[in-house]
Nanobody, 119 residues
Framework: QVQLVESGGGLVQAGGSQRLSCAIH????????MGWYRQSPGNQRELVAS???????NYADSVKGRFTISIDNAKNTMYLHMNSLKPEDTAVYYC?????????????WGQGTQVTVTS
């Protein structure tokens, strides 16, 4: 069963906006934290934004003030709102969920969605 399903990637011009979605097929009650990561060719996967079960948000310095992470509990969906996009934001974006369930920790990843920002 696929736990996380991403959508919303694509091609966008520099300065534009895009929204990524991550449909989460995991009970929110068991989730510790959720987040978005990205990986560009030749680079390690890096954290872009995260949110804890308590609502604390954290952003990479490179996206502060431009990206916003949000959750729609009614839709079991996490979003990444990206504004003022730059070519260096080009990467494959992955959603991530950390779950604590039945006394064990689990980590889930989405399949990744490509975001390409053209200058």
């Amino acid at each position: 069963q696929v736990q996380l399903v991403e959508s919303g990637g694509g091609l966008v011009q520099a300065g534009g906006s895009q929204r990524l979605s991550c449909a989460i097929h995991i009970s929110f009650h068991s989730i510790n934290a959720m987040g978005w990561y990205r990986q560009s060719p030749g680079n390690q996967r890096e954290l872009v934004a995260s949110i804890t079960s308590g609502g604390n948000r954290n952003y990479a310095d490179s996206v502060k003030g431009r990206f916003t992470i949000s959750i729609d509990n009614a839709k079991n969906t996490m979003y990444l709102h990206m504004n003022s996009l730059k070519p260096e934001d080009t990467a494959v974006y992955y959603c991530n969920v950390d779950q604590y369930y039945g006394g064990s920790y689990y980590e889930y990843w989405g399949q990744g969605t490509q975001v390409t920002v053209t200058s």
